[in-house]
């Protein structure tokens, strides 16, 4: 029996010490956790480094820093062959997105392309409102598309209280854009900048040069103008003289469309101007005075060569002579086909009394009898009235309108249905 019991004993002591000696040879193995804390950051610090370099990475774990450039960094244009934006049937080459796909591959036999509606030129490649204008203009202008597209440097200006059709801007022209200029007049801490840094326009970002002019905001136009592109000129290192320039003021939207004919093509005449849907409070309501003409667009060569690298002085012109056709090579847009919008006072009612104390010299606004207050501005835009009072504004039937709104708003109405629809109607209007 004792014999029995020791055996037992020794059993158990032989286990325990294997358990011990497990436990030794587990502890001396396994790296102690500040070396794990360490190799997990080193690999955070490189992701972030790769993103740095304009690298994309779909991991959404880790912070993202942001792409868009300042005036302190350096940028380079990327160069597009535009025989991807063509193609080819039987040998005849056609532009991609104008040219019925089906028929033209159905009808193996035709020498000529086939366009969709809204699409014209033997290459399918004019759009409505391009077409319309180079038949309006009455010019002998011969089309060749280009080898390599033209890059655009899109520029425009922004405030305090204007800055919500910013992100439509980009969002709607980011496939045609090659830069956005994006001058901020607004020196506050909540400003633009502050809102890209949070990530607002995160995937169009890498295309954003970000400029805060709001110790310019005073200043002449032709020195503000001037300034900006001189900026331009320090930051982007490959630009050609037959890049194209374009500046517009707050809330102007231009047509993508016609926007790509100019970077596709040779042959049009220049400076180019675009006619302009004027829209207010949102794209439902429609200015009386139907449109505005915009200079908008002109190479660099021509701004070198007649204006003295100052865009202004080429819009003071326009403004001095009696029709917009003695300074503008093509208008682009007429009273039913539009060469963009201009969305004026799209803003929160709060932000549009901003505005018009702001401007209330400016010859846009009529004398306004009544004091305003943000009940005032909610009426103004339930009713269909101009900031008078008394004007009525013209009704836009997003339904009916093929020029309702850019593609980008009605393409995100769960995110731009303020801009769409009238929140402030009165219910004897429907």
Known sequence: MQTRLDGKLALLYTLLVLQVLIVMVYVVTTPPSE?????????????????????????????????????????????????????????????????????MRTNEISEKCICNQGWHGTDCGQPEVVWRAIMASKQNIKLKHRKIARRIIHTFYLNEYNSAIAEVIVEELYDVVDLFVICDFNGAEDNFHHKLSKGLLQREQNKILYINA????????????????????????????????????????????ALMFLKVYDGWPQPIGFRLRWLIYGFYWQHPLKTTITLNAYTIGLMHEAYKSNSIILQQQLLEETSERDVLGLVIGDLNHYGGWYCYLCQAPANIIINLRTTSKSEKMPKIEKRID????????????????????????KSHDLYFAPETVLNNTWKYDWLIENFYAKLDYY
Request: with cysteine; proline share 3%; charged share 30%.
């Open 35 to 103: 070396i794990v804390v360490a190799s997990t950051r080193s690999s955070v610090s490189f992701v972030n480094f790769e993103e740095t370099q304009g690298h994309r990475t779909e991991r959404t774990i880790h912070k993202r820093l942001p792409k868009y450039q300042t005036i302190s960094g350096e940028t380079y244009l990327n160069d597009i062959r535009t025989f991807k934006l063509f193609r080819i049937y039987n040998h005849t080459t056609c532009w991609k997105n104008g040219v019925d796909d089906r028929k």
């Open 374 to 397: 943000v009940p005032f501005i909610e009426d103004l835009i339930g009713s269909g009235l101009w900031i008078d009072g008394k004007t009525n504004l013209l009704r836009v039937s």
């Open 214 to 257: 709001a110790t310019k905001s005073r200043k002449p136009s032709r020195v503000l103008s001037k300034y900006i592109w001189e900026k331009v000129k320090t930051v982007v290192q490959n630009l050609r003289d037959d890049d194209i320039y374009v500046m517009t003021e707050p809330e102007q939207i231009l047509n993508s469309r």
